[in-house]
């Protein structure tokens, strides 16, 4: 692994209490550093993606859309009443 030095100033009091937990933890604060980081990058790298399937979801819908394949919105209320109605009797007769 090809590793690099991170430098950064950090209040004192923080770091004896970082230092503090970490050593609870049984780990070095650069260890949980590392996973920080880690965990930060992957977090960012799934909401990158999120983003991207939800931007090409909504261009599909517009390209639907503009292609005149729409639903009019008392179809799709008349159905979701419908399910509503399904799920509420569904729960009753669990009872």
Request: aromatic residues 8%; proline residues 0%.
């Amino acid at each position: 692994m090809n590793e690099a030095t991170f430098t950064f100033r950090v209040d004192q009091q923080l770091k004896a209490e970082f230092a503090s937990v970490a050593k609870t933890l049984d780990r070095t604060g650069a260890q949980l550093l590392r996973d920080f980081m880690r965990d930060l990058v992957s977090q960012q790298q799934q909401v990158a993606e999120h983003d991207r399937w939800f931007r090409h979801q909504v261009q599909k819908g517009l390209d639907s859309a503009n292609a005149g394949r729409l639903v009019a919105a008392s179809e799709v209320e008349s159905h979701f009443a419908a399910r509503r109605e399904a799920t509420k009797r569904a729960l009753k007769a669990s009872e």
